[in-house]
């Protein structure tokens, strides 16, 4: 009984806390879906800049860092670091090419799962079928600016890494505003992305791994 | 018979004198001289919440990302290092009596012995050392505050009138295991920060970064 008593305070509280940052529960979730894949079918690129905060809780502060993002149908994803430290990441298909402030180095999103992941989730977001990923399970939130997406990795190695990643869904040009990647520690990464430009003209040559 | 002889006995020459050398301390030139063991506190960096742009060798691997070090109201210290897009590799905390916390190492890298070495390598740039036993010595060019460890010596070498750290050196009986390099100091932490390992490759180097 008090079980029960106990799962609907927390039930009461959740609901609560949804409504107080006006995110209420998606009801039909095939349609966000459809107009998800119909907006995405015309986004050809984006390119803008992020701001990424590394939240460490028990620490009670943050670490900011500033770059510039840049995506290109069908798979190819840049981030470039630029703030507190350099730090270049380039997936183009599955290979990836990374390079810091002593090294350049390429690897192959097939022999790493994690990088594997982040380049399918920053592909299914902009192609509009991050609700289809199966390693994830996800509910869907809204309010009248955003849709609000909670995925929960189904596979064990990846929950070691990932708690929850949230994405905040722009519902103008259904676009991501922000991911949030919480981790098992209570520690958690967000990224938003600003200054977006959709369909701007990016040449290849931003995406080369070699 | 006799080139087989002056054969054997420059063999034996060598092997004696290979022998010797490697028994040799490198240390065995210092003098033991009166001094004030404290000085080297001053060297001991005032970490607040300062933020490090990192590199890692280790073996054939190489990490990057950002270190930071905090103090936390209780005076312990939290050293935590992510990648930059901020996933963790650990956090470790060291408090004020000298006591470890391991809070989080990536699974992958928690074995004994990575916690170990990493500990003993942030117990070095700390520089908290436990001064009860430790002795100056000099050579004709440094001043070393010499603390014993279980399996050699710590040498906390500076220039003459201990003004200036040069380095720290972790070391067996005879030869250095671990150099430490702590360069350049503003606001009481010093710019860079560089950990080598002498008998396998395993090197850290820092960078001081705004936040």
Redesign the interface.
Same mark, same amino acid.
């Given at each position: 009984m008090c079980k029960w008593m106990m799962i609907g305070v927390i039930s009461l509280l959740s609901l609560q806390l949804h409504a107080q940052s006006g995110f209420k529960p998606v009801t039909d979730l095939s349609v966000v879906k459809k107009e998800f894949a119909r907006a995405a079918q015309q986004t050809q690129s984006i390119q803008c800049d992020f701001v990424q905060e590394k939240n460490l809780s028990m620490l009670s502060d943050k670490i900011t860092s500033k770059g510039k993002f840049w995506f290109k149908r069908e798979n190819k994803v840049r981030m470039e670091y630029q703030q507190p430290s350099y730090y270049l990441l380039v997936m183009n298909g599955k290979d990836i090419r990374i390079k810091d402030a002593q090294k350049e180095s390429k690897v192959s999103g097939k022999n790493n799962k994690l990088f594997e992941q982040i380049n399918k989730i920053t592909v299914d977001c902009v192609r509009g079928t991050v609700l289809d990923n199966t390693d994830f399970t996800t509910k869907a939130y809204e309010n009248a600016q955003s849709y609000r997406l909670e995925m929960v990795p189904v596979n064990k190695a990846m929950a070691g890494y990932f708690k929850t990643i949230t994405l905040v869904v722009d519902k103008k040009d259904f676009t991501v505003s922000s991911i949030t990647m919480a981790e098992p520690s209570g520690d958690d990464t967000n990224i938003s992305f600003l200054h977006k430009q959709v369909n701007a003209n990016i040449p290849d040559a931003v995406f080369v791994v070699k | 018979m006799r080139i087989f002889r002056m054969r054997y006995l420059w063999l034996n020459s060598v092997l004696l004198v290979t022998l010797l050398t490697s028994c040799t301390s490198v240390y065995k030139g210092l003098r033991r001289t009166e001094g004030n063991v404290d000085c080297i506190r001053q060297f001991s960096p005032a970490f607040d =919440?300062t933020?490090y +742009?990192t @590199?890692v060798n280790i073996l054939k691997h190489?990490l +990057?990302g950002?270190l #930071?070090f905090?103090q936390?109201p209780d005076s312990s210290l %939290?050293v935590?290092f =992510?990648n930059?897009?901020? #996933?963790?590799f650990f956090?470790f905390e060291f408090d004020k009596q000298g006591n470890f916390t391991k /809070?989080?190492l990536l699974?992958r890298m928690d074995k004994k012995a990575v916690v170990t070495t990493l500990r003993k390598d942030f117990e070095l740039v700390l520089l908290r050392p436990d001064l009860r036993q430790a002795h100056v010595a000099t050579d004709s060019r440094y001043r070393y505050t010499v603390v014993p460890t279980e399996k050699g010596h710590n040498y906390y070498i500076t220039d003459s009138a201990c003004t200036q750290l040069v380095r720290i050196e972790k070391s067996s009986v005879r030869k250095p295991v671990v150099k430490v390099w702590m360069e350049h100091y503003t606001q009481g932490t010093p710019d860079t920060i560089r950990i080598e390992h002498q008998h396998f490759r395993f090197n850290i +180097?820092l @960078?001081k970064? /705004? %936040?």
């Open positions: - | =919440a933020l +742009s @590199q190489h +990057s950002l #930071f905090k936390m %939290r935590v =992510a930059e897009m901020g #996933f963790k956090d /809070h989080y699974p +180097s @960078q970064t /705004h %936040r």
